[in-house]
């Protein structure tokens, strides 16, 4: 394949063509025509011919959803999650308040107190989803990789809460340790089995 | 008039009302999935094998939804128009025959419930009674889509009707009779001998017709959803809007079998092959029925007035004219 058509940028002239439609007729012996032709060309039997073909060829695209369910990509910014610790299980926050500061529709709250060790505590940790824009700042922002993101985008509930509460968000401790916890990779991730869809790539010219 | 055909005529019609309320359910689910597997997708497929209890959910539906009588409607008019609807519709089968005459238990059963001899002429006639429905149930609704639906009714009405008697006279001045049983002894020969291969044209405009009178997609207009909601049916609920429901389909079937016997043939010689023909062929017509939905587009009101008066009605006289010349040389 050359690159030649990728070259060319000059993209108003290259790909188009002028529709080929005659003027609607004036005369009433045009009209007259008109009617023949459509009469007589067929094209009701071609939308019969193509709707029968699909019937054949039974190609369905449904997805049967609550029992089918299309992937995720992994930049998808649904629910929030608050990750742990591998091995250790100990929770990733350190309480530095950056999610909070970034937020720019002010719908993360945090309380911290230092704990027995002088470490810093999370004691409250809430997030309004229902003023949250899913901007993905605060994951973007946090060095410990502590929120995140996750796919669950199914937010039937009833109630609110359920999806904001701290312990609800955060990795259940016993999938944490068994290390069945999913990082997120969050901006600039590659959807996976990309490279198979991608026929050439856009650096090219 | 004796017991014993008392009794046979009321066991035909039970079995008649019987077997196309369950068709016209049944013909429901099959135009579903028709249409889905056309559109490249599944239709129904939650309740039961592959959807297949669909119906028996949607009449538990019909049944047990409330039935709402609005205010400022003519109510008994309002109450009556379904019933018209649906009667009218099976009223039409009793001069449809079925399947070719056999025997059971030693006795012989005509599947025809009055073989009277102006058969196609008391169908259309009632079929074209049936119109009332739509008719007087637009007009009882006190809503403004359902009186549009009332305008197109009667505007359709007056279309189709002459173009489905000029199109029968051709074949019936051939057959020299009324009844569908003349009918289908007439091309009793076999395939050769279809009144579709000697009136082509009748043919096309009695199923062009026949799509206006059952109210099918080209002419899907007294009832558009896209255009005025559910048209007469706006304000019915349950199964008041059931009994609609019950007569377009069963409607869809009496017309498709009228079509299969006056031209293609009906069940032939009247052996059990020929009955199975019947079958075939008007599965067939049902199955174009939903084919046509899936693939053409409506057309305006107007359109088919132009369509039945300017275009169809010369066309049928013509075909009038020329039959009885052939005939009389």
Redesign the interface.
């Known amino acids: 394949m050359s690159l030649e058509q990728f070259q060319d940028r000059n993209v108003a002239e290259q790909n188009y063509f002028h529709v080929d439609i005659a003027d609607y007729p004036t005369t009433n012996m045009g009209k007259f025509k008109r009617l023949l032709s459509r009469t007589f060309k067929g094209e009701l039997f071609v939308g019969l011919w193509v709707v029968f073909r699909e019937m054949v060829k039974f190609d369905i695209h449904t997805v049967q959803y609550p029992k089918e369910k299309l992937p995720v990509g992994p930049r998808y910014r649904a629910v929030h999650k608050m990750q742990r610790l591998f091995e250790s299980g100990t929770e990733r926050c350190i309480g530095c308040g950056l999610c909070e500061k970034i937020c720019i529709s002010n719908c993360i709250r945090m309380e911290t107190k230092l704990d027995e060790n002088s470490r810093k505590l999370v004691t409250d940790y809430t997030i309004n989803l229902g003023r949250c824009i899913f901007c993905g700042y605060c994951a973007e922002v946090c060095p410990e990789l502590a929120i995140v993101h996750g796919a669950r985008y199914e937010n039937a509930s009833d109630q609110r809460a359920h999806f904001t509460d701290f312990n609800d968000m955060l990795t259940p401790i016993d999938s944490a340790i068994a290390g069945k916890q999913k990082e997120f990779d969050g901006f600039g991730a590659v959807t996976p089995h990309e490279d198979e869809r991608v026929n050439i790539t856009p650096l090219a010219y | 008039m004796d017991m014993a055909f008392l009794i046979e005529t009321i066991v035909k019609i039970v079995v008649i009302l019987l077997v196309f309320s369950a068709l016209a359910g049944f013909g429901t689910y099959f135009e579903r999935k028709?249409l889905a597997?056309?559109?490249?997708?599944?239709g129904p497929?939650h309740v039961g094998p592959y959807g297949l209890l669909q119906i028996a959910a949607d009449g538990i539906k019909l049944f047990t939804k409330e039935d709402i009588v609005p205010q400022n409607v003519v109510a008994p008019i309002f109450k009556i128009a379904p019933v018209i609807t649906a009667a009218t519709a099976f009223m039409a089968a009793a001069a449809i025959p079925f399947m070719p005459s056999f025997t059971m238990f030693g006795y012989e059963v005509h599947p025809i419930v009055a073989d009277i001899n102006i058969g196609i002429l008391y169908i259309l006639g009632v079929m074209g009674a049936g119109l009332y429905g739509p008719l007087l149930g637009g007009l009882a609704s006190a809503n403004k889509w359902s009186l549009i639906s009332t305008a197109r009714a009667a505007s359709i009405f007056i279309s189709y009707e002459v173009i489905t008697g000029l199109a029968l006279l051709a074949p019936l001045m051939m057959v020299g009779s009324l009844s569908l049983i003349d009918f289908n002894t007439y091309q009793a020969g076999g395939f050769g001998d279809w009144i579709v291969w000697s009136q082509p044209v009748a043919f096309v405009l009695f199923v062009i017709a026949g799509f206006a009178e059952t109210g099918r997609t080209p002419f899907h207009l007294v009832a558009n959803d896209h255009e005025i909601i559910d048209g007469f049916g706006t304000e019915y609920s349950g199964m008041r809007w059931g009994l609609f429901f019950i007569g377009e389909y069963a409607n869809m079937f009496f017309i498709s079998f009228v079509i299969a016997i006056i031209f293609l043939g009906g069940y032939g010689d009247g052996s059990g092959l020929g009955a199975l023909a019947l079958l075939a062929k008007v599965s067939f017509i049902f199955f174009f029925f939903l084919?046509?939905r899936?693939?053409?587009p409506d057309i305006r009101p107007d359109q088919l007035m132009w369509l039945c008066w300017k275009?169809l009605m010369p066309i049928a006289v013509i075909n009038i004219v020329i039959t009885g010349i052939v005939m009389m040389f």
């Open positions: 028709v597997f056309m559109q490249r997708r599944l497929m084919w046509t899936a693939a053409w275009v």
